[in-house]
């Protein structure tokens, strides 16, 4: 699937729209295309709802696929989202990265 139908699978609220979206984060370190897309996905009320487990939302790992990817455009994208995020959900993300700003944050996807 491209980049604009998997996102279509994600606003939709499609009943892989994880996977779609999971499938897209796998793509922003090559793609400069999937990282825009993800971005803007992460601010889907519907994303910033979705618990993946505890406090970690599917839009959470959007943005963190965004800073694991490490190119400077994803980056720029992670940062734009998580200012999206309310201040609460902001200072709840930098807790659980453990980072005092965004930009610290170096996380890994394994």
Not at 32 to 53: C, P
Not at 79 to 105: C, H, K, M, S, W
Request: hydrophobic fraction near 45%; aromatic fraction near 6%; charged fraction near 30%.
């Amino acid at each position: 699937m491209g980049n604009a139908e998997l996102a279509r699978m994600i606003e939709s609220e499609h009943p892989y729209r994880g996977r779609a979206l999971f499938e897209l984060c796998d793509r922003v370190a090559l793609d400069d295309d999937a990282a825009t897309k993800v971005a803007m996905l992460s601010r889907l009320t519907s994303l910033r709802r979705a618990r993946l487990f505890d406090r970690v939302s599917l839009a959470w790992s959007a943005i963190i696929a965004l800073l694991a990817a490490e190119t400077t455009h994803a980056r720029e994208e992670a940062y734009a989202a998580f200012l999206a995020l309310e201040p609460e959900e902001q200072r709840d993300l930098l807790d659980y990265l453990e980072v005092g700003r965004i930009e610290e944050a170096h996380p890994r996807i394994t």
